[in-house]
């Protein structure tokens, strides 16, 4: 199974007067080009996927979104607001038209696809409370034999000197770790938030983050791509496991 992975697309307004919208529509529609051609089963997109989540904005995603070929799941991350996302992309009918939280899974797959909303709204930092925690015990207890990769935007650990204290609470951030330790279906964890390439070990198998879609906004890429967008490309295996690409969508 053939996995895309965009994320931190910050997209502005198509009226913006910031330099900043075009080439963050651009960035975009160069991945989704490329996605196309790779072939890709499905695409997650990790949050932040607008700037500052108003309506114009989503408009403006959605009609950049409309190019890719294959489904598109994603989940917010702090710069969206759930009620505008919800409102501007109800074509997604995965996403929960009700509730707090825009948590959702995927069956459809070889790959069980678990995505966990991670915002508080108005916060910058990863919110893992208990009824997060309870709602994802539950759900991977539904499917034990079911390889599964799960998606949050935020990081749930520190990164030493680059991301320090990203969540509300360290105690969290531990709790979630304990969660997905004890559920070893779960092949990998795929964030977005910190714009930046980073794996480690975690929660008993391997997290890892990304650069931004977004090139302004990126962080720790080599100069010599200068305004290439990136964006990742996973083999999973039948048990869950990750072979994991970097595109550099050069012209
Ligand atoms: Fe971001």
């Known amino acids: 199974m053939l996995i895309a992975q965009i994320s931190d697309t910050h997209i502005l307004a198509r009226s913006s007067e910031q ?13 989704i080009a490329d996605i196309n051609r790779q072939g890709v089963d499905v695409v997650v997109h990790t949050g932040d996927t607008v700037h500052n989540g108003t309506a114009d904005e989503y408009a403006y995603l959605r009609e950049i979104l409309a ?53 508080a709204e108005g916060e910058r930092k990863g919110a ?18 079911r390889p599964t990769i799960l998606f949050i935007h935020h990081p749930p650990f520190d990164i030493a000197r680059r991301f320090v204290g990203g969540y509300r609470h360290p105690r969290e951030a531990e709790d979630l770790a304990a969660v997905v330790n004890r559920h070893p279906q779960v092949g990998q964890l795929l964030c977005g938030h910190v714009h930046f390439l980073h794996r480690e070990p975690w929660g008993g198998t391997t997290a890892a983050t990304m650069p931004s879609v977004a090139v302004d906004l990126r962080k720790e890429v080599d100069a010599a791509i200068e305004a290439a967008p990136l964006y990742l490309l996973h083999v999973a295996s039948t048990d869950g496991g990750l072979v994991s690409h970097t595109r550099i969508v050069t012209p």
Do not use: K, Q
């Not at 919800?86 to 790959?111: K, M, Q, T």
């Not at 893992?128 to 034999?145: K, M, N, Q, S």
């Open 19 to 31: 330099a900043a919208s075009a080439s963050r529509a651009e960035a975009l529609r160069r991945c």
């Open 128 to 145: 893992f409370c208990a009824r997060r925690l309870a709602w994802l015990e539950e759900t991977l207890a539904l499917a034990p034999d």
């Open 67 to 119: 190019d890719l070929d294959a489904p598109l799941f994603l989940i917010p991350g702090n710069r969206d607001r759930r009620d505008a996302l919800r409102d501007a992309l109800d074509h997604l009918s995965y996403l929960p038209r009700n509730g707090d939280h825009l948590h959702y899974v995927i069956e459809d797959y070889p790959v069980r696809l678990v995505a966990m909303d991670s915002v």
